[in-house]
């Protein structure tokens, strides 16, 4: 089945702690990319990779990196997670930017 | 500042009517469209897309609506039904260039039997 798998699904960490979530798609797809939802302010992106070793900064970059080391995989790392950063995250992956596929989304707490 | 922007948080509509939901883009490099659903615990869908050569998509009971003076755009269901109850989003692209898919804050429609 294609799919975009993101784990974990849900996870509560603590400010400061250096987290990792990854995401992969089995469709062989060149793009892919990274949001987040909040309540009031939709989906937003964060970063976004066109294919391997490619990657750009979406509109909300900060205190986020990624890597896209292979095609299929694109983990988003916090480095040092704040509360702010408490969201609903979600990854996504395209053939040709005509209809993203996304995964079934990550609930990230921060206390 | 928000460059595409669905004004209305919420619509309600009864079982086999019409559902219009809008969309106004501010960024006149935009020339490509889409509309995804979103039902709760589960990731956004893709549903239908527009590019800005022409003024309408169908697909089925979607049809999507593109006014490009206007910088809007529109989403029709019918006839509307109760699972089409979600939240729903519209994105912007550009042609060429970096991937920066830019969504709206989203429409909850909600499909009263």
């Known amino acids: 089945e294609a799919q975009v798998t993101q784990n974990p699904r849900y996870l509560i960490t603590v400010t400061g702690k250096k987290l990792t979530v990854t995401c992969s798609q089995n469709m062989n797809h060149e793009y892919m990319s990274w949001y987040r939802q909040d309540p009031g302010l939709g989906l937003r992106q964060i970063y976004y990779s066109m294919n391997v070793e490619v990657t750009d900064k979406g509109d909300v970059p900060e205190g986020y990196k990624v890597s896209r080391k292979e095609k299929r995989n694109f983990p988003l790392i916090l480095e040092s997670p704040s509360p702010n950063q408490t969201s609903l995250y979600f990854c996504?992956?395209?053939?040709?930017?005509?209809?993203?596929?996304f995964g079934s989304g990550t609930r990230l707490t921060v206390v | 500042d928000q460059q595409v922007k669905q004004n209305s948080p919420s619509l309600s509509v009864q079982e086999g009517r019409i559902s219009i939901l809008n969309c106004d883009y501010t960024?006149?490099?935009?020339?490509?469209f889409l509309w995804y659903k979103k039902y709760p615990a589960e990731g956004p869908t893709f549903l239908i897309s527009?590019?800005?050569?022409?003024d309408k998509n169908e697909d089925g009971r979607f049809t999507v609506f593109l006014n490009k003076s206007a910088k809007h755009l529109s989403l029709h269901i019918v006839p509307s039904q109760p699972g089409d109850s979600a939240v729903y989003f519209c994105?912007?692209?550009?042609?060429?260039?970096?991937?920066?898919?830019?969504f709206g804050k989203g429409t909850k429609l909600t499909v009263n039997p």
């Open positions: 996504a992956s395209s053939a040709n930017r005509v209809g993203y596929t």
């Open positions: 994105a912007a692209d550009t042609q060429g260039g970096s991937e920066k898919l830019v």
């Open positions: 960024n006149s490099m935009f020339d490509y």
């Open positions: 527009i590019s800005s050569i022409k």
